[in-house]
């Protein structure tokens, strides 16, 4: 099997769990969640021959899951005339990077009180991401986003730690520096 090969037939084993895990904590609701899991897979089947195998299937299939969180947030606002996502802040602290890493992490997240609603952040964070350069944004997005373990990153990446860590500090010094110039 090549590193660009998909294998629809081990989804359901392998990574329903985990999707389901991802989307409940983010939509709060047990049959939405099951149907976002759902559209990921489908929308996975009919994308597949786009799979370039840059990243791992779960990852790629988490990228989905992610736009499909977004895709219904957006949906069931539209009435509104705009999409609210939940998003908490936690003023305590003191690293701007830990709180931007929060933010992209979880940009469903409650904390408490403090409940921020604003999609445009989120968009906002996202497309700063979007203009790191490739593999900057790759190791970002794997280490903060998906929370995989620098291990895992460095082996399916071929990097070693260092590396990784010169550009997770490379990234957060550009997004906070697009943060600053498109948000704040």
Avoid at 126 to 137: G, T, V
């Amino acid at each position: 099997m090549s590193s660009h090969e998909l294998r629809p037939d081990t989804w359901i084993d392998n990574y329903a769990d985990y999707l389901f895990n991802y989307a409940i904590t983010r939509v709060s609701d047990t049959e939405i969640a099951k149907d976002l899991v759902q559209e990921t897979f489908f929308a996975g089947l009919k994308s597949a021959k786009n799979y370039k195998g840059d990243a791992a299937e779960r990852t790629w299939l988490i990228a989905i899951l992610k736009r499909k969180v977004i895709d219904h947030y957006r949906k069931i606002n539209s009435k509104k005339g705009k999409a609210e996502v939940r998003m908490g802040y936690s003023s305590n602290s003191d690293e701007e990077g830990d709180w931007l890493e929060e933010k992209v992490a979880d940009p469903y997240g409650k904390s408490g009180d403090e409940t921020i609603e604003n999609q445009e952040l989120g968009l906002a964070i996202h497309d700063c991401i979007a203009k790191l350069p490739k593999k900057q944004s790759l190791v970002f997005t794997m280490k903060t986003v998906q929370g995989m373990s620098t291990e895992d990153i460095c082996n399916e990446l071929g990097i070693n730690a260092s590396n990784l860590w010169v550009m997770i500090h490379r990234a957060r010094t550009s997004l906070m520096g697009c943060m600053n110039q498109n948000w704040f």
